[in-house]
C-alpha cells in the first residue's frame, strides 16, 4: 500500500465500501457525538469524514491511547489514516459532498504534522482583515473559496494557451532583465553588478519584443507574460505584477484581431461560466462616442443608462447658473433614468450628497417628469415648454423618468456623468445580472494635450499606427489638427473592466520619426531611447498589430470577485508590500557594495 494515500479524500464514493483505503490532508473539522468521533480530512480534492470510537460496542476503535491523541489534534493538523470505507446511515447521508454516502472507520493513523492554534480560521467563512490574510497567505489559500480561484486561474490559463494553438500561435518567451523605457508607467530598476553604475528594468510589457518577433519573421506569438509596473493598487489592478495573454499577429488588420480574439474569449468565458456572453462580432464603439454616452472608455453595458449632451437645451434658459456656465466653456451632461418609480426625496439628496463629497461637485441638479409629463424638481421651473419637449425628446423621457445633470468643462462633465451613472445604474438595480458583455472601444486619439509639461504626448501606445499614415502627421500644422488624429488603437471591456488594450503597429521609420517629433523628441533621443525598434524598422518590418489581455482581470470577472486581489495566490497589500515574505526589505551592505549603491539618507522636508 502506498505510503500516504491510495485514493484522494475527495474521490471516495459508494462504489469504494468495504475497501482498506489510506488518505492523507488536513484535519478540517472535528466532531464528539458522545464518544463516536467525527474527522472532516481535507486535501485538494475535497473532503471525506472519518469515524472512530472511543467504546469497543459502538465501532471499531483504536487503542485509548492513540484515540485520546488524536481527538485532541488541532485544526489543519495532517494525518495519514488507514481504514475501511463504510456506507453512512441514511439519516446521516451529506448530500452537499461528493463523499457524502460513505466514511472511512479509522484502524490507524500517523500524525504528519501537528499544526499550532491557528491565526485564521480554514474552515469558516468568518471575515479577517486582508493584512492578516496576506501575511498567513498559505492559510487563507486552504479556504475554498481561495483555493477555488487559485485552481480556477490554472484551468484558464492552460485552457487560454490550447485556445491559442488552436488559432496558429506559437508561444516564445522574451527577457525579463531588459532595458528603461521612457515611455509608460514607472519601471521596477535592477542594478548591474557587471556593470556598475547601469540599471535593467523589469518588463512593463513585452511590447517591443513581441513586434521583434513579428519583424523578424514569426507569424503568430503568444505568451503568459508576466509584467511590471511600478503603479498603484487598484480594485482591478494589483500593485508590482501581473499577468497578460499576449499576442501579436503579421499581416492582419485591427478587424482580424479582434475576430481572433472574440473566438478565445468567447470559449473560455463559455466554458468556464454559465452566463449570458455578448454575441460575436462584440459591439464598436468609438472613443468620442463611449464617453459621450458613458462617461468613461470603460463601459459597463450591463447598465442601460446612457448620457446624453443637453447644453444647447440650457443655452439662453432662465437657469442662470447653467447658463452662465455654458458662456464660460461648461457643458451640460443628462444622466436620464427611465421607470425609475416613485423615489423618495431623500434618494434625490442622497446623489446631490454624493456629487458635493466624491466628485466635488457644487450640487447635482435634477428633474422629475410626473405621470402627466410635467417637470417637476427644483430647476424645472426655469425651463420653458419648448425647451422641456427638447430635453424630453433628446434623453427619451416619458412620465415616470427622471434625469440629473452634471455641469462643468467637457472633461469633468463627462467623468462626473459617466460616475452618477455607474452609481444610479447600482443603487437602482439596473445592472444586469449574470451576463459578460463585452465591448470594442475603437478610433481613441493618438494624441493628448499633457497640461503639466505644456506638449502633446501620445494618449496611448507610442508604436501605433495613426490612421491615415505619414501623410496625416505632415498635413496636421496645429494643435488642433495634431490632437484630432485618430489611431489604430482599441481596448476590450468587459463589464466595465478593461481587459486589455491594443493597437496596429506602426511598421515605418519616418512615421515612428514624425510621430514623436511631435511630442518633442529628436531623430537623436528616439534612436537613443529605441535603438532595436529604430534597427529592426530599417530592415524590413511587416505589417503587425496585437494586443494583451489581463489574465488576472480575466479570473477575477469569472469568479466574479471584485478585487483583483482574490483571484492571485500571493499578492502585495495595497502598499505593494509582501507581508508574507517581507518584501521589500533592506538588504546586506555587502550586497549593495557589490553593485556599487548606497543608500542616501532620506532628507526631512
Given at each position: 500500500?502506498?505510503?500516504?494515500?491510495?485514493?484522494?479524500?475527495?474521490?471516495?464514493s459508494?462504489?469504494?465500501?468495504?475497501?482498506?483505503?489510506?488518505?492523507?490532508?488536513w484535519?478540517?473539522?472535528?466532531?464528539?457525538?458522545?464518544?463516536v468521533?467525527?474527522?472532516?480530512?481535507?486535501?485538494?480534492?475535497?473532503?471525506v469524514?472519518?469515524?472512530?470510537?472511543?467504546q469497543?460496542n459502538?465501532?471499531?476503535?483504536?487503542?485509548?491511547?492513540?484515540?485520546?491523541?488524536?481527538t485532541?489534534?488541532?485544526?489543519?493538523?495532517?494525518i495519514?489514516?488507514?481504514?475501511?470505507?463504510?456506507?453512512?446511515s441514511?439519516d446521516?447521508?451529506?448530500?452537499?459532498?461528493?463523499?457524502?454516502?460513505?466514511?472511512?472507520?479509522?484502524?490507524?493513523?500517523i500524525?504528519?504534522?501537528?499544526a499550532?492554534?491557528?491565526?485564521?480560521?480554514v474552515?469558516?467563512?468568518?471575515?479577517?482583515?486582508e493584512?492578516?490574510?496576506?501575511?498567513?497567505?498559505?492559510?487563507?489559500?486552504?479556504?475554498?473559496?481561495?483555493?477555488?480561484?487559485v485552481?480556477?486561474?490554472?484551468?484558464?490559463?492552460?485552457?487560454?494557451?490550447?485556445?491559442?494553438?488552436?488559432?496558429?500561435?506559437?508561444?516564445?518567451?522574451?527577457p525579463?532583465?531588459?532595458?528603461?523605457?521612457?515611455?509608460?508607467?514607472?519601471?521596477?530598476?535592477?542594478?548591474?553588478r557587471?556593470?556598475?553604475?547601469?540599471?535593467?528594468?523589469?518588463?512593463?510589457?513585452?511590447?517591443?519584443?513581441?513586434?521583434l518577433?513579428?519583424i523578424?519573421?514569426?507569424?503568430?506569438?503568444?505568451q503568459i507574460?508576466?509584467?511590471?509596473?511600478?503603479?498603484?493598487?487598484?480594485?482591478?489592478r494589483?500593485?508590482?505584477?501581473?499577468?497578460?495573454?499576449?499576442i501579436?499577429?503579421?499581416f492582419?488588420?485591427?478587424?482580424?484581431?479582434?475576430?481572433?480574439?472574440?473566438?478565445?474569449?468567447?470559449?473560455?468565458?463559455k466554458?468556464?461560466?454559465?452566463?449570458?456572453?455578448?454575441?460575436s462580432?462584440?459591439?464598436?464603439?468609438?472613443?468620442?462616442?463611449?464617453?459621450?454616452?458613458?462617461?468613461?472608455?470603460?463601459?459597463?453595458?450591463?447598465?442601460?443608462?446612457?448620457?446624453?449632451?443637453?447644453?444647447?437645451?440650457?443655452?439662453?434658459?432662465?437657469?442662470?447658473?447653467?447658463?452662465?456656465a455654458?458662456?464660460?466653456g461648461?457643458?451640460?451632461?443628462?444622466?436620464?433614468?427611465?421607470?425609475?418609480?416613485?423615489?423618495?426625496?431623500?434618494?434625490?439628496?442622497?446623489m446631490?450628497?454624493?456629487?458635493?463629497?466624491?466628485?466635488?461637485?457644487?450640487?447635482?441638479?435634477?428633474?422629475?417628469?410626473d405621470?402627466?409629463?410635467?417637470?417637476?424638481?427644483?430647476?424645472?421651473?426655469?425651463?420653458?415648454?419648448?425647451?422641456?419637449?427638447?430635453?424630453?425628446?433628446?434623453?427619451?423621457?416619458n412620465?415616470?423618468?427622471?434625469?440629473?445633470?452634471?455641469?462643468?468643462?467637457?472633461?469633468?462633465?463627462?467623468?462626473?456623468?459617466?460616475?452618477?451613472?455607474?452609481?444610479?445604474g447600482?443603487?437602482l438595480?439596473?445592472?444586469?445580472?449574470?451576463?459578460f458583455?463585452?465591448?470594442?472601444?475603437v478610433?481613441?486619439?493618438?494624441?493628448?494635450?499633457?497640461?503639466?509639461?505644456?506638449?502633446?504626448?501620445?494618449?496611448?501606445?507610442?508604436?501605433?499606427?495613426?490612421?491615415?499614415?505619414?501623410?496625416?502627421?505632415?498635413?496636421?500644422?496645429?494643435?488642433?489638427?495634431?490632437?484630432?488624429?485618430?489611431?489604430?488603437q482599441?481596448?476590450?471591456?468587459?463589464?466595465g473592466?478593461?481587459?486589455?488594450?491594443?493597437?496596429?503597429?506602426?511598421?515605418?521609420?519616418?512615421?515612428?520619426?514624425?510621430?514623436?517629433?511631435?511630442?518633442?523628441?529628436?531623430?537623436e533621443?528616439?534612436?537613443k531611447?529605441?535603438p532595436?525598434?529604430?534597427?529592426?524598422?530599417?530592415?524590413?518590418?511587416p505589417?503587425?498589430?496585437?494586443?494583451?489581455?489581463?489574465?488576472?482581470?480575466?479570473?477575477?470577472?469569472l469568479?466574479?470577485?471584485?478585487?483583483?486581489r482574490e483571484?492571485?495566490?500571493?499578492?502585495?497589500?495595497?502598499?505593494?508590500?509582501?507581508?508574507?515574505?517581507?518584501a521589500?526589505?533592506?538588504v546586506d551592505?555587502?550586497?549593495?557594495?557589490?553593485?556599487?549603491?548606497?543608500?542616501?539618507?532620506k532628507?526631512?522636508?
Open positions: 500500500m502506498h505510503k500516504f494515500r491510495t485514493h484522494r479524500c475527495g474521490d471516495l459508494f462504489n469504494d465500501i468495504g475497501k482498506l483505503v489510506k488518505v492523507s490532508g484535519i478540517h473539522r472535528k466532531r464528539d457525538h458522545g464518544g468521533y467525527f474527522i472532516d480530512l481535507r486535501d485538494h480534492f475535497g473532503i469524514q472519518l469515524v472512530t470510537s472511543d469497543d459502538r465501532i471499531h476503535t483504536i487503542p485509548k491511547e492513540d484515540f485520546d491523541k488524536l485532541s489534534l488541532s485544526y489543519e493538523s495532517v495519514t489514516v488507514e481504514g475501511r470505507v463504510v456506507k453512512r441514511d446521516t447521508i451529506n448530500n452537499e459532498m461528493a463523499t457524502g454516502e460513505v466514511e472511512i472507520v479509522i484502524e490507524k493513523y500524525v504528519e504534522s501537528e499550532e492554534i491557528l491565526p485564521i480560521n474552515n469558516s467563512t468568518q471575515p479577517f482583515p493584512d492578516l490574510r496576506l501575511k498567513y497567505r498559505f492559510l487563507d489559500l486552504r479556504k475554498d473559496k481561495m483555493h477555488h480561484n485552481k480556477l486561474r490554472s484551468d484558464v490559463i492552460k485552457f487560454l494557451r490550447n485556445e491559442m494553438w488552436k488559432q496558429g500561435f506559437s508561444e516564445y518567451q522574451t525579463i532583465l531588459t532595458a528603461s523605457s521612457p515611455e509608460g508607467a514607472r519601471d521596477f530598476l535592477v542594478p548591474s557587471l556593470n556598475p553604475g547601469n540599471f535593467y528594468a523589469l518588463p512593463q510589457a513585452p511590447q517591443q519584443f513581441k513586434q518577433y513579428m523578424s519573421g514569426f507569424d503568430r506569438y503568444f507574460a508576466p509584467c511590471f509596473r511600478d503603479e498603484d493598487a487598484r480594485a482591478d494589483a500593485p508590482g505584477e501581473f499577468y497578460q495573454l499576449d501579436e499577429m503579421s492582419v488588420t485591427q478587424e482580424d484581431i479582434f475576430a481572433t480574439l472574440e473566438i478565445i474569449l468567447s470559449n473560455t468565458f466554458n468556464f461560466s454559465n452566463w449570458n456572453i455578448s454575441s462580432p462584440f459591439k464598436r464603439i468609438s472613443y468620442d462616442e463611449s464617453i459621450l454616452k458613458y462617461g468613461t472608455d470603460k463601459p459597463d453595458l450591463r447598465n442601460p443608462i446612457v448620457i446624453a449632451d443637453v447644453t444647447d437645451v440650457f443655452k439662453g434658459s432662465d437657469f442662470s447658473i447653467f447658463n452662465n455654458i458662456e464660460k461648461s457643458v451640460i451632461r443628462a444622466i436620464p433614468i427611465h421607470k425609475c418609480g416613485d423615489l423618495s426625496r431623500g434618494f434625490y439628496d442622497k446631490i450628497a454624493y456629487a458635493q463629497s466624491d466628485l466635488k461637485a457644487k450640487g447635482l441638479a435634477y428633474i422629475i417628469v405621470e402627466s409629463g410635467n417637470g417637476k424638481g427644483p430647476i424645472a421651473k426655469f425651463l420653458n415648454d419648448e425647451k422641456f419637449v427638447e430635453l424630453k425628446k433628446i434623453c427619451n423621457l412620465p415616470g423618468a427622471s434625469v440629473f445633470f452634471a455641469c462643468d468643462v467637457e472633461k469633468i462633465a463627462a467623468s462626473n456623468a459617466g460616475k452618477i451613472r455607474n452609481k444610479l447600482h443603487d438595480g439596473l445592472i444586469k445580472e449574470n451576463e458583455n463585452f465591448c470594442w472601444i478610433d481613441y486619439p493618438f494624441y493628448e494635450w499633457s497640461e503639466d509639461e505644456k506638449k502633446l504626448d501620445f494618449f496611448h501606445n507610442p508604436f501605433s499606427m495613426p490612421q491615415g499614415g505619414l501623410d496625416v502627421l505632415n498635413k496636421a500644422s496645429t494643435i488642433e489638427e495634431k490632437l484630432s488624429i485618430k489611431a489604430y482599441y481596448d476590450i471591456i468587459c463589464n473592466i478593461e481587459l486589455s488594450s491594443g493597437a496596429i503597429r506602426n511598421h515605418q521609420l519616418p512615421i515612428m520619426y514624425k510621430a514623436f517629433e511631435n511630442t518633442g523628441y529628436s531623430v533621443q528616439v534612436d531611447s529605441f532595436a525598434m529604430v534597427k529592426a524598422l530599417k530592415y524590413g518590418a505589417p503587425h498589430g496585437g494586443i494583451a489581455p489581463g489574465v488576472d482581470r480575466m479570473i477575477m470577472l469568479a466574479n470577485e471584485p478585487n483583483i483571484v492571485i495566490a500571493f499578492p502585495l497589500n495595497q502598499n505593494a508590500q509582501d507581508l508574507l515574505m517581507g521589500p526589505s533592506e551592505k555587502k550586497l549593495l557594495s557589490e553593485l556599487g549603491l548606497s543608500i542616501a539618507k532628507v526631512k522636508q
